[in-house]
């Protein structure tokens, strides 16, 4: 949507003069380049098939989506993980009813709504904390299967590709996993960069990588 629109207001500000291209993030006219060890979207750009294209997109988008600061809430089990080798948070929480934590024991006892540094821990908090649902369960699965995942409305809280875009570029709750405050690695590249590269993949076609049963990182 938006880059229809947004062309089209520059031009009506600057009139029908040689109106300055936008940079716009994953679009064609964006150089190639790396940023914190993700590539973006135009790196892509010189592959022909769409199919090839968005598999290739989407496997590089792999490397955040397969990180910890993203699977810790994406757990296969009821319990959130925790640092970087992502293992079972303590203490023991759980989903419960709405992810949002047992009746006695809620996410928000501990987790406020921003990061906060505490004398010996780095408290990870955003306004939205809370434990994404079993349907949408990430641990352990290749990022062929993941993408399944995301597409599949019947799993993916009956989001269409362009909601699904919208999230992954967008969402507060998504963009922690790049500011998630100090002794906590962020995800690669930044939320821009990863957003251009789901949003490429879904221009190409939303093609997924093959599901294989390979372990992720
Ligand atoms: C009793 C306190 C407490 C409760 C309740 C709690 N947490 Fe935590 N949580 C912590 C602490 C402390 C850490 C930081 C541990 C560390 O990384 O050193 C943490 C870290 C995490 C992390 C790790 C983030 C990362 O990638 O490093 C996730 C994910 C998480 N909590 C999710 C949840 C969810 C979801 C709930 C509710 C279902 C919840 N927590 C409830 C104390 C709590
Ligand atoms: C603090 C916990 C938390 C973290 C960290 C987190 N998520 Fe989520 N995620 C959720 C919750 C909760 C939902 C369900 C929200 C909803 O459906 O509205 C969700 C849903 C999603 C969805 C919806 C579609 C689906 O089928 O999965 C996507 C896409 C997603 N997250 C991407 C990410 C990415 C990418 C990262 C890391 C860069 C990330 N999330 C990190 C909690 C988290």
Redesign the pocket.
């Known amino acids: 949507m938006r880059r229809r629109i947004l062309p089209l207001t520059f031009a009506a500000v600057f009139g029908a003069c040689a109106a300055p291209e936008p940079a716009m993030p994953g679009s064609m006219a964006e150089a190639p380049t790396t940023v914190k060890g993700l590539k973006n979207a135009a790196s892509f750009a010189s592959i022909d098939d769409d199919q090839a294209r968005a598999r290739a997109l989407f496997a590089e988008a792999g490397k ?2 397969t ?1 910890a ?2 699977v ?3 757990p296969a089990g009821d319990r959130p993980l925790q640092t970087d080798a992502m293992r079972l948070h303590e203490p023991p929480v759980v989903r419960g009813e709405d ?1 949002h934590g047992a009746a006695g024991l809620k996410c928000q006892t501990c987790h406020a709504n921003e990061n906060a540094n505490l004398v010996e821990i780095s408290m990870p908090g ?1 306004e939205h ?5 079993a349907s ?1 369960a990430w641990q352990g699965k290749s990022v062929g299967a993941i993408c399944d ?2 597409k599949d409305r019947a ?3 009956d ?1 269409d590709i362009d909601a ?1 875009v919208k ?2 570029a967008e969402d507060g ?2 963009g ?2 790049w500011d998630p405050g100090p002794s906590r690695s962020p ?1 690669p590249g930044t939320q821009a960069v990863f957003g251009g590269l789901i949003r490429a993949w879904a221009a190409a076609g939303a093609h997924c990588p093959p599901a294989t049963a390979v372990a992720q990182n």
Do not use: E, K, S
């Not at 904390?129 to 649902?133: D, E, F, I, T, V």
């Open positions: 955040v989506l990180h600061r993203c810790n809430c994406h992810g955003h904390w809370h434990l994404a649902p949408m995942q995301v799993r993916n809280g989001r699904i999230h992954m709750l998504v922690w996993a995800a």
